[in-house]
């Protein structure tokens, strides 16, 4: 198994609504129409991951999994990699309800999406810069 650590904060723009996509960005500011995102300011980039985890992530075996906690809250969404997925982008990384793959792509499958978390978690989100502890975990099978 492969852990990134990282951080992303709240933003008081927080909606947590969309019914098919998580997405963390490391973009400082958020409007109402970003639904999906549910932290911001994240000091990781998906084009800064290791060219070892690029290489997981690129098979549909690897289990994926994001673990964002806040204040004692945890959530965790579970999705695998595919052979599309080139962790190309350096803003986004979104996790995906659906099998679609693009350079923003972090997982597909995803057991989650942003509006099947905890309203409570989400909640606590709407504090602008209220930090958020991530964690992600590349696990072959």
């Known amino acids: 198994?492969?852990?990134?650590?990282?951080?992303?904060?709240?933003?008081e723009n927080v909606i947590g609504e969309h019914k098919t996509t998580v997405?963390?960005?490391t973009e400082d500011f958020l409007t109402k129409r970003g639904s999906c995102i549910i932290?911001?300011?994240?000091t990781q980039k998906l084009s800064d991951l290791s060219p070892e985890i690029r290489?997981?992530?690129s098979h549909e075996t690897t289990k994926i999994v994001l673990v964002m906690e806040v204040k004692g809250i945890?959530?965790?969404?579970?999705?695998?990699?595919?052979?599309?997925?080139?962790y190309a982008d350096s803003t986004s990384m979104v996790a995906r309800t659906s099998s679609f793959q693009c350079?923003?792509?972090?997982m597909v499958n995803a057991d989650k999406a942003v509006s099947d978390l905890s309203r409570e978690f989400v909640s606590l989100l709407t504090k602008k810069g209220r930090e958020m502890s991530c964690e992600?975990?590349?696990?072959?099978?």
Do not use: C, D, S, W
């Open 1 to 11: 198994m492969h852990l990134v650590r990282f951080k992303a904060y709240g933003h």
């Open 23 to 25: 997405e963390i960005t």
């Open 39 to 42: 932290g911001v300011q994240a």
């Open 55 to 57: 290489e997981l992530a």
């Open 74 to 86: 945890r959530e965790q969404v579970t999705g695998t990699g595919g052979n599309n997925l080139t």
């Open 103 to 106: 350079g923003r792509t972090l």
């Open 136 to 141: 992600l975990h590349f696990i072959p099978e």
